[in-house]
C-alpha cells in the first residue's frame, strides 16, 4: 500500500494559497517537495486552483488565501483522489492466476466426467464419416458445439468475472 498522506502536505497547501510558492516558501520545503511525491503532487495541483481561484469571486471574497472550509474539501478531495489511485494500483495478478487455475481445474474436470461420451462420440463420429452419412453427423455437431460453447461460456466468467468480483470486494473494504 502506497502512502497516501504527509505532514508538510498542509504546509504546501498554504504556500500556495497564499502566493508563497515556490518563490518565497520555506528553502526546507522545497527541498522536502522535490523528495516527495505526495508533496509534489499537492503543490502542482494547488496550484492549478488556485490559477483558477484568481479569476472567480471567491479570490475576491478572500483574497490571496482559501476559507477554511474550502481548504478541508480540497483536502478531502486530494485524498479520495490519491486512495483511488492506490486501489487501482493494487496487484490483481494474484486473483487472475487463482481464477485461471480453477478454470483449468474445471475444464480438466468436465473433460474427465465426459470422456466416454467424447470417446463414444469420436467413434460415432469417425463411423459416420466412414459411412459417409452425413446427414446424421449434423445434429451430433451441432451438439457438441453447443456443449462446448456451455463449456466456453464457463471459463470466460471464470477468468474474467471471478476476478473482477473479488476485486470489487477487495476494493470496498
Ligand atoms: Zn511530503
Known sequence: MRQIECAFESEVV??????RWPDRADAELRE??????????????????????????????F??????????WWKAQMR???EAV?????????VHLAAFACAVGLLGACIGATSSWFQGAL???WAGITGIDIKAI?????????????LIACM????????VAVYLAIGRD
Do not use: N
Not at 517537495?33 to 483558477?52: L, M, N, Q, S
Not at 483574497?63 to 478541508?72: A, E, I, K, Q, R
Not at 492506490?86 to 494474484?94: C, K, L
Open 14 to 19: 498554504m504556500a500556495v494559497v497564499q502566493s
Open 32 to 61: 522536502h517537495v522535490k523528495t516527495c511525491e505526495i508533496c509534489a503532487d499537492v503543490a502542482a495541483v494547488a496550484g492549478a486552483i488556485e490559477c483558477a481561484l484568481e479569476e472567480s469571486a471567491a479570490c475576491v471574497a
Open 63 to 72: 483574497p490571496g488565501t482559501l476559507p477554511d472550509s474550502g481548504l478541508v
Open 80 to 82: 479520495a483522489r490519491r
Open 86 to 94: 492506490a486501489a487501482a494500483g493494487r496487484p490483481i495478478t494474484a
Open 123 to 125: 467413434k460415432w463420429a
Open 138 to 150: 449434423v445434429p451430433y455437431v451441432a451438439a457438441l458445439i453447443e456443449g462446448h460453447g456451455l
Open 156 to 163: 470466460v466468467a471464470m477468468v474474467f468475472v471471478v476476478p
